[in-house]
């Protein structure tokens, strides 16, 4: 079964680094392009980066251009989102979901991180 | 980049059809053959229903249809059922990156 298995709930406070992770499995890690996807608690989803484990081609959405890290380690078939000074404003579920192109639409979706920011 | 506008809520009868616009540029949605539509319910990670501007991924009833004309995507849901109340999205690749809209809550009276 493909599927991605996303990592658990965290609760940091304001500044602390995060790094949440999605491991694939049920097929070729390196063939498929993993993407990024927050959700602010009652609001709308909103695309934040892509990367190709296979070559760790990373492409970030322009509001999230320099806001997190993506990247993936192809070895353990994880990939990763990362922030180096949370805010308050990053608390959120974020999903990873796999995709075939950076143009083509996620077909399968991780089961979402919850990230809370609070002091 | 801006989101895609969507309307706030449409709401409509079982058995009737409700539509879900999806505008956005020449940047995107007029750009790419590439909109899609999700389903999300509460708690739910989204499901796709739409690729391509209309076609079906396997398993979406053929109730669920997309279209697209300039700027401005489409979804139809014909024949409401109870179980297709949620929030709908619309998304479209715009050059390196894809972009969703603001989303709909479809609601089943």
């Known amino acids: 079964e493909v599927q991605l298995v996303q990592s658990g709930a965290e609760v940091k406070k304001p500044g602390e680094s995060l790094k949440i992770s999605c491991k694939g499995s049920g097929y070729s890690f390196t063939s498929y392009w993993i993407g990024w996807v927050r959700q602010m608690p009652g609001k709308g989803l909103e695309w934040m980066g892509i990367?190709?484990?296979?070559?760790?081609?990373?492409r970030y959405s322009p509001s999230f251009q320099g806001q997190v890290t993506i990247s993936a380690d192809k070895s353990i078939s994880t990939a990763y989102l990362q922030w180096s000074s949370l805010k308050a404003s990053d608390t959120a579920m974020y999903y990873c979901?796999?995709?075939?192109?950076?143009?083509?639409?996620?077909?399968?979706w991780g089961q979402g991180t919850m990230v809370t920011v609070s002091s | 980049q801006s989101a895609l506008t969507q309307p706030r809520s449409v709401s409509g009868s079982p058995g009737q059809s409700v539509t879900i616009s999806c505008t956005g540029t020449?940047?995107?949605?007029?750009?790419?053959?590439?909109v899609s539509w999700y389903q999300q319910h509460p708690g739910k990670a989204p499901k796709l229903m739409i690729y391509d501007v209309s076609k079906r991924p396997s398993g979406v009833p053929d109730r669920f249809s997309g279209s697209k004309s300039g700027n401005t995507a489409s979804l139809t849901i014909s024949g409401l059922q109870a179980e297709d109340e949620a929030d709908y999205y619309c998304c479209s690749y715009a050059g390196s990156y894809q972009v969703f809209g603001t989303g709909t809550k479809v609601t089943v009276l």
């Open positions: 020449s940047s995107d949605v007029g750009g790419y053959n590439y």
């Open positions: 979901a796999r995709t075939r192109s950076i143009a083509a639409p996620p077909v399968i």
């Open positions: 990367i190709y484990p296979g070559d760790s081609d990373t």
